[in-house]
């Protein structure tokens, strides 16, 4: 690349570090960074002649999963604003390996990342505790429906944002030498405690389980990230009893709604007239809530019907009115299933929902591989351990067990796929290492 890779690297190798401010600003931004950074991989890897970062293992599992969205895509035309999303889904892992690409070829692990993972997590977290306690953020943006979410207005979504860029931010520590076996410094401890302490304000009670998951995976696979885990979770604790003091309306009681509010919906709580045609799990609980259940229910009611190509990236949203699918009540209906499982299963069928189950074993297995690499290091291997940190980023938004966003959303579809690419760099760069 030689004299144009200063330009590459400023134009799309930090714009691509800075992915998920452009996530927070809107879609239109990011899908450009993304096309952008597709067309610039694509030309230099064929000029450059390195066809394997195409032809690979991991290019054939994902096209084998676009192929399997593509044909239940075809299969089931509604109209093109329902098909959009499954004709163009190629372009994601596209986009995964385009991140491989140009982490491989752009030194991008710098101090000036670091510092705008910082800044950038600085201004987030002050905004949302000031939302929390005033009840307006710093643009003027009021709490929704009792829960604070700081730039994103009515987009009840902070704490998943939270959640899936944190493992970024110490990656980038890690590979810049801010954070190492001997720099387990209380200070990022506490900055990482003050924004899971955002995550828990913030109410969403899945974003919350799953950076609970994250840390609880790194300190069961990192040994020389235990102590600085540790230091974190301690000072959490400290500061969810604190905040919530501070804010001025009393219904913004992240305990109450964690904790509460799950038992009331999970034991079915003032929602007593729908047992009647609404089963519970042994007869005493719903899966998550009395709308998730019922969410679950249509899914399979519908997938028996579609078990081979599935419905469709938007098929339950069109089908789940249908009145050989409605439940009573006209219960269970949304846009989708709320669980990527349910709705893989619903929208590409048994195919797709074997290969999702079938990543989700594959990176299971990569975190004890990556445990057991690390226990017989005797050096703190930061290409290492940033590749165990990206595996279990991975892994929660793999996690089958909890609600979910809209699998095929174009935010979350982003955020999904662009841990991939971090992962597909370490592995390979740590597996050349080997050989």
């Not at 919350?208 to 604790?237: A, P, Q």
């Not at 992240?254 to 047992?275: C, D």
Request: hydrophobic share 45%.
């Amino acid at each position: 690349m030689n004299s144009q890779t200063s330009f590459f690297k400023f134009l799309i190798g930090y714009c691509l570090c800075a992915f998920p401010l452009f996530l927070l600003i809107g879609p239109l931004i990011s899908e450009i960074i993304l096309i952008i950074s597709i067309i610039f991989s694509f030309y230099y890897i064929l000029t450059l002649n390195k066809s394997y970062f195409y032809l690979n293992r991991f290019s054939v599992f994902f096209l084998i999963f676009c192929l399997s969205t593509l044909v239940s895509t075809l299969i089931n035309f509604y109209n093109f604003d329902y098909t959009k999303s499954g004709l163009f889904y190629f372009r994601l892992p596209l986009f995964a390996l385009s991140i491989w690409f140009i982490l491989q070829n752009c030194n991008l692990f710098d101090k000036k990342v670091v510092i705008f993972y910082i800044l950038f997590f600085t201004i987030i977290t002050i905004d949302s505790l000031i939302q929390f306690i005033t009840g307006e953020n710093l643009i003027g943006y009021n709490i929704v429906k009792s829960r604070i979410s700081s730039f994103f207005g009515n987009e009840l979504i902070l704490g998943g944002f939270l959640t899936r860029t944190l493992p970024f931010l110490l990656i980038f520590l890690i590979m810049s030498d801010f954070l190492n076996e001997k720099k387990n410094t209380i200070y990022f401890s506490l900055f990482f405690s003050i924004t899971i302490v955002v995550i828990y304000l913030s109410g969403e009670r899945t974003s919350f389980f799953l950076v609970i998951l994250f840390f609880s995976t790194l300190f069961f696979s990192i040994k020389y990230l235990r102590k600085f885990i540790i230091i974190m979770m301690i000072s959490f604790v400290g500061l969810a009893f604190i905040f919530p003091r501070f804010s001025a309306n009393e219904k913004l009681n992240p305990a109450t709604r964690m904790f509460n509010k799950s038992y009331a919906q999970i034991i079915g709580k003032g929602e007593e007239q729908y047992e009647e045609h609404k089963q519970k799990l042994f007869k005493k609980v719903y899966i998550f809530s009395h709308d998730h259940h019922g969410h679950y229910m249509l899914s399979f009611k519908i997938f028996k019907d579609h078990i081979f190509f599935g419905t469709g990236p938007k098929g339950f949203r069109y089908l789940c009115r249908n009145k050989i699918y409605i439940l009573e009540k006209d219960d269970g209906c949304s846009t989708h299933p709320h669980n990527t499982y349910a709705q893989i299963l619903t929208s590409n069928g048994i195919v797709g929902f074997i290969l999702l189950l079938f990543a989700f074993i594959y990176i299971t297995k990569e975190i004890f591989r990556c445990k057991k690499k690390i226990v017989n290091q005797k050096e703190f291997d930061k290409d290492l351990i940033s590749e165990c940190v990206i595996v279990s980023a991975i892994f929660i938004n793999l996690w089958p067990f909890t609600p979910s966003g809209n699998f095929f959303n174009n935010w979350l579809s982003m955020i999904y796929f662009y841990p991939i690419g971090f992962y597909l760099y370490f592995k390979y760069k740590n597996e050349k290492e080997i050989n």
